[in-house]
């Protein structure tokens, strides 16, 4: 082999070993490249809710929403009527489509000023009003709430308390004078009648029928005074008089009788009534 060729071999070796160098680094170098190429291009989906209206959030909003609408649209129904009217007042009832808290709001002229609480939350109830001081008749409502804040009311009602009146008519009235001169006076429910005297001469003095006006009764009133004044004087003496009540029942309703003798400081009056009790 000539000292040439030699040279050419060893330079190729030489050569060849730098290439295979060279690749190596290349291919060192290949996996880090391009990041675009190396990973993928999509990002999947995620469970974390978006920041912008959080499941906590939404939930809140659906729940409000459903609380708006059923309190503007009530749906809810009341009903009211007077179901007894009594001497001392009248009771109320009401219905509900559903239980309430219900209130009974009165006055006259309207249904404002009072109010009285029923007992409850219940779909009906009833409660008394007591009236027994007055004859007017008062105006009434029934208003009500029910658990998840809606509200309803009746329409206006008016009642007044049950009135019994009372007339007492003097049918016969005779007073019995032995001696001397005499008369009567009598006083019923704040009027007074003298029909007969003072100073009629005996022995008897007839008066004419006579009434008193209708007045009405108290609460539970059965019965009340008819006051009887005599007055009687015999020759010089000074004129005596005395006052003597009777009591005159009065029937529930209707009409009754009483026929009744009344004697003091020496007169006798003998009485004719007629009780008539009117309801309304």
């Known amino acids: ?31 880090g490249g391009e990041p675009a190429v190396a990973g993928p291009t999509t990002i999947p989906e995620t469970t974390v809710p ?37 001497e001392d007042g009248v009771v109320v009832r009401y219905d509900a489509s559903e239980p309430i808290s219900a209130v009974l709001q009165w006055g006259f002229g ?22 027994a001081r007055t004859t007017r008749p008062v105006s009434m409502r ?8 809606r509200t309803g009311s009746s329409d206006v009602i008016s009642a007044r308390r ?14 019995d004078i032995p001696n001397g001169t005499g008369g009567i006076a009598t006083a019923f429910r ?10 009629l001469a005996g022995p008897r003095a007839v008066s004419e029928p006579y009434a008193f006006p209708s007045t009405v009764l108290g609460a539970g009133q059965r019965s009340g005074p008819l006051a009887l004044r005599f007055f009687h004087q015999v020759r010089q003496d000074p004129t005596r008089t005395r006052v003597v009540n009777l009591t005159v029942p009065f029937p529930r309703s209707g009409q009754s009788t009483l026929n009744r003798n009344v004697s003091a400081i020496g007169l006798t009056a003998h009485l004719g009534l007629r009780v008539t009790v009117t309801v309304s």
Do not use: N, Y
């Not at 000292?3 to 060192?28: N, T």
């Not at 404002?112 to 009003?129: D, E, N, R, T, V």
């Open 110 to 131: 309207g249904p404002s000023g009072h109010q009285l609480q029923f007992p409850g939350p219940a779909a009906k109830g009833s409660i008394k009003l007591a009236m």
């Open 50 to 86: 978006p920041t912008s209206e959080p499941a906590s959030s939404a939930s809140s909003a659906s729940s409000s929403s459903t609380t708006t609408t059923s309190t503007t649209t009530t749906g809810l129904r009341v009903q009211a009527r007077v179901a007894e009217r009594l």
């Open 162 to 175: 049950l009135l019994r009146r009372v007339v007492l008519e003097v049918q016969e009235l005779t007073l």
């Open 1 to 31: 082999m000539s000292r040439r060729l030699l040279v050419v071999l060893i330079v190729l070796g030489v050569l060849a070993m730098v290439g295979g160098v060279a690749g190596g680094l290349l291919l060192a170098r290949e996996p």
């Open 190 to 199: 704040g009027t007074t009648f003298t029909p007969l005297g003072p100073g």
């Open 142 to 149: 029934v208003t009500g709430q029910s658990a998840d804040g």
